[in-house]
Structure formats: C-alpha cells, structure tokens
C-alpha cells in the first residue's frame, strides 16, 4: 500500500486502486476502483503495464495505462488519479477496445463504509441535476436504495461535508451487505437496464469520480486511540452449533481425528439430479462413530423427486437432525416443496427452508413458507473482493446479517451455511463453461484455507454470528481437501499451487480443537478490529481468549472487563489464552 496525501485527507494505493480515503481517524471512502464484470457476473483483473507518479506532501498524481483480461483482453485505458492539496481527488479512465466484446459491468465503483454511515442522512443529486435529502440504510435495503445518480454527499464527524460526483454514466447505490461486504456500493450501469451489452470495436468509455471537501470544520475530532483495547463485556450468550461440511467422495478414515474437534454436527449436501444413496448411508454411519448430529441439505428440481428421495431413504432420513431443501431452479425453497416434505416426514422432523445461496436471496424473497422450523442462507466474504483487508472489513457484517435474518425469520430459528472463504460456485453464471478461474487453482479454492489467516478469519466469524445471538447453527468448510479443515491422506490434488501435505491438520483445525467443551461467548469489542479482534468463549472452569492479529507486526493488546495485563501478540497469528 503506497501512502498518499490530498490536502487534509489521507489514503492509499494499491494495484490501480484507492482505498481507506480517511480525514484524519475518520474513514470516508472506502475504495475507489475500476471493475470489468464479464457475462457471468465474474469480476475479471487489469494489468498495470504502467505507472508514473508524481508524489509531494501533500498533493500527487499519477497516470497509468490498463490493459482488460478475459473477454476484455483487447481493452486499454488510461487511468489517472490526482489529488490535491485542497482535499479533492480525482479518478478517472478513458479506453477503447480493438475487438468486440460482451460486459456485464464495465466502470468506476466506490465504496462507502458502513461504520458511522447507517441510518445517517445524505443529499443525492440525480442525473437531471435534482437534489433530494436521503438516507443510508440501516437495515439491509433488499433493492437498490439510491437510482440515477450523479452525485452523493454527507457530513463528516468534523463537521465539513464530503462530496462525490460521478460522469460519464447513470450511477445507482446497492447495499452490499447482502453478501457480507461491509460497504455501500456506487457503481454503473443500473442493474435494471438489460445485459450483457456489446462494447464494439473502436468504442470510447470513459468516467471519472471526484471527491472534495466543503464547509468550515465546526467540531474537534477526538484523537484516534494509541493502543489496542479489547473490551469484554460480563453478558454471555450460547455459541450456535457449530458444525463441518462433509467432503464429496469421503473416506470414514480421512475423519479418524475429528473426534478431537469441538463441532455438533456434520452436513451431507446432495444433489437430488446426482444423488448417492452409498454417500447418504456412509455418512450416517460416519456421524454416528464421531457421536455427532446429521443435517441433510437437498437440492430438487421438483416435488416430485423430493417425494421419491424420501420414499426410497425413509430409514436414513429417520437418523437425520435437520433436512435442509433448497429447489435448483428458484432462489428460495417454494412452499409445496416443504409441504410435500411435512405431509411424509410428519411433525417430529426438523425441517429448514430458504436458500444454498447468498442472505440477500432471503432477503429479497419468500423465505418463510408454512412448516419449516428454519431458514438458512450460506455465507462467504469474496462475493465482490478478495484481498485480505476486505475480508477482515466484512466479518463484522456478518452479526449484522444475522439480526436482519433473525428480523425476516421472526419466531424461527436460523442456519447459516455452508460458509467458505471462497464462493462454492456461481449462481449468476450464464454460460457456466466460460467462468473459469482467475487463479491457477479452482475458483472455489482459496490458498489461504491452509495459512494462519483462516484460522484467525473462522475464530472472528464464529465470533460475531455468536454475538447477533440469533444463529442457532454455523456449518463450515469442508471436512478434509483443499476446502475443508485438514488435508484427505491421499493428499493434495494440486501439489503445486495447493502445497499440502497427506493428512495435514490445517490451523484452522487448532480453532475447532480449541472449541471442544466450550457452550458460551462472551461478549467482546476492539478499539482496532482490523488490527486484533477477540472470540472469548467459556464454560464453567475456563475463559478461553482467542485472539487474531490480522497485522504483519507484533501488537501489544489491553484489556478491559477482564482482569488481564497486556498482552503482546505475534505478527499474523492466533493466540489462545485461558484465564
């Protein structure tokens, strides 16, 4: 990250991006950046092929030349980025293509954050130059909050009005907490206008952002904290049932040590298009020598095979906790789906609705249908950005997930899986045999499944879904591969780029170790969550800290509502402490 000043304001670059525009502790804008979206909804990269900059104290400059991937692999743009010392920066592109291609989204996008700006009001300038007094949502808004924009503003905690204007293109806003980013998202073309769009050979694109500061400062910030400060509150709330997604082509041997983990419960996904009756009966037979629960998720594509599934399984499914049915065709589980589950199952079962996909499906639909006993939504943090810091922004989005989900669900219960650090598939795929991988590994496998950062990841997710204190069960992974928590004994199936070794115990697996015997979360606060954040957990002998230090330096922690002296936590680690 390259450290740069506009005047009063502060930011950073990193590869053709501006993040983290702050005046002085305040976070403003959280990203700035320039997004091709292919036919598939895919976010494809730019290359860089090059830089110059000019950098002073407090004003720069820089100009760069883009060139697209993909579909896009014959569009160059020139990017500049300037800011000066009066607190405006300007972000702005123009580029052309050699050849046709088909986009989904070709444009600038910005990110508000969601911290101090939920609820509060702002002015919108539409296209034909209106201006009307508005609001960010404090609920997840299930549709766009903001259309055909061309300027937003707000008042900052100094008292001064920060203000966006955007050319080139109509701009709408949607609230990207729907897939667990913690942001509200700018961006162009509106989703209501139809795609993919043809950009033709020859075709001029260009779009630019400003950004500037109006007013007299009214107000003094308060100086932002020197130190790390974990706060522990004393009210306590039970951890969800925590749970691992059975791996496809399982073996009983891969799960010899899970009986060492502190998970409730295992989950068999099937495709009822695909489904193995062999799978179904090992894994049962699996749960039962690990002495842990069975959940069964079902994916028809009519009533009809739910009701054959069932006839022909009424044994097993006798020994399963939870059936979970998800329909392939809608985005939530129609209602005559569970009614043909209850009307066979009978009373006693536990039956969950909703959706295999995305919080904002549930959100956006009928989730709630007569006889189910819960609803579910999966869960990852790389529907939109897959950098590091963006993952550890979203995981306090996701106990906010959970309250709007207990808000839909009303008296019923909620499961939230699977959750994986990368999306399992694409559901907005059109042509599913063009969305290939941006990285040498499968588009669902992430590297860091094996690293320190999914530990602490997992350890602050589990966290904050505890704390909505509305979760009822939190389903993670897979069980062994390169998805899951430990490598399978026959090994890595990409020893190069997934460097593994047979039956290797991922750090993550210490997480859920360090999990067994523990029921309650206690209540906790960072005055730095993207530097160290807490999971503390408890039972009846033991408080048991797990901390997460997302930095690439040692961090000394203090603590309140604990009777703890300072701690110093290791660079990029996960500490556990039992006081």
Not at 105 to 134: E, F
Not at 162 to 168: Q, Y
Not at 296 to 320: C, P
Request: charged share 20%; with cysteine.
């Amino acid at each position: 990250m390259q450290k740069l000043n506009a005047g009063p304001l502060t930011l950073e670059y990193s590869e053709g991006s501006l993040w983290n525009i702050r005046l002085r502790e305040e976070e403003a804008i959280r990203r700035i950046y320039l997004v091709f979206q292919d036919i598939n909804w895919t976010s494809r990269p730019f290359e860089i092929l090059e830089e110059k900059w000019n950098i002073a104290d407090d004003h720069f400059s820089a100009d760069l030349e883009l060139r697209g991937s993909n579909d896009a692999e014959n569009f160059q743009a020139k990017l500049q980025i300037v800011g000066s010392s009066v607190g405006e920066i300007k972000y702005g592109f123009i580029g052309s293509s050699t050849s046709d291609f088909m986009r989904n989204r070709l444009g600038l996008c910005l990110l508000h954050p969601i911290a101090n700006l939920a609820g509060k009001s702002c002015k919108l300038i539409l296209s034909g130059g209106t201006k009307i007094i508005s609001e960010f949502p404090n609920d997840i808004s299930p549709s766009q909050p903001f259309k055909n924009l061309s300027g937003i503003s707000h008042t900052l905690n100094n008292g001064q009005t920060l203000e966006v204007k955007f050319k080139g293109e109509v701009f709408e806003t949607e609230d990207h907490r729907n897939w667990s980013d913690a942001s509200y998202k700018t961006y162009c073309t509106p989703i209501e206008l139809p795609f993919p769009v043809k950009v033709s050979k020859g075709d001029q694109i260009a779009q630019e952002v400003t950004i500037s500061l109006n007013g007299e400062a009214s107000r003094v910030q308060k100086l932002a904290q020197s130190k790390v400060t974990i706060s522990v509150s004393e009210l306590e709330v039970s951890l969800p049932d925590i749970g691992i997604n059975i791996t496809e082509d399982f073996s009983e041997s891969d799960h010899d040590e899970f009986t060492e983990i502190g998970i409730g419960h295992l989950r068999l996904n099937l495709d009822l298009d695909d489904a193995s009756n062999t799978n179904f009966s090992s894994a049962v037979k699996l749960s039962k020598k690990l002495g842990l629960k069975l959940d069964l998720a079902v994916k028809a594509t009519s009533v009809n095979q739910i009701k054959e599934f069932l006839k022909s399984n009424e044994e097993l499914t006798a020994l399963v906790r939870n059936l979970l049915i998800f329909s392939k065709t809608h985005k939530v589980t129609p209602a005559e789906f569970i009614a043909t589950a209850r009307e066979l199952l009978g009373p006693q079962q536990i039956i969950s609705a909703g959706t295999d996909l995305y919080f904002t499906e549930i959100n956006r639909g009928s989730a709630v249908v007569p006889e189910i006993d819960q609803i579910n939504f999966s869960l990852n943090p790389q529907v939109h950005s897959f950098d590091d810091r963006t993952l550890i922004q979203n995981l306090a989005t996701q106990e906010v997930i959970a309250l709007n989900a207990a808000r839909i669900a009303g008296s019923k219960r909620i499961s939230v899986g699977p959750i994986t650090l990368r999306p399992r598939f694409n559901p907005n795929a059109t042509q599913p045999d063009k969305d290939v991988s941006n990285t040498a590994l499968p588009a669902s496998v992430d590297s860091r499944q094996r690293t320190w950062f999914n530990e602490a990841w997992t350890a602050i997710s589990i966290k904050y879904l505890a704390q909505s204190n509305s979760v009822n069960s939190a389903t993670y992974f897979e069980s062994v591969g390169w998805r899951g928590i430990r490598e399978s004994k026959s090994g890595s199936k990409d020893s190069i780029n997934f460097p593994s070794e047979p039956g290797e115990a991922f750090p993550v697996w210490n997480l859920f170790a360090a999990l067994k015997g523990f029921s309650i979360c206690r209540k906790s606060s960072s005055s730095a969550p993207e530097v160290v954040d807490s999971l503390i957990i408890g039972n009846s002998e033991t408080t048991r800290l797990i901390l997460a230090n997302f930095s690439s330096e040692a961090q000394q922690v203090h603590f309140t509502g604990i009777d703890l002296a300072p701690v110093v936590l290791p660079p990029t680690s996960t500490t556990y402490l039992d006081i």
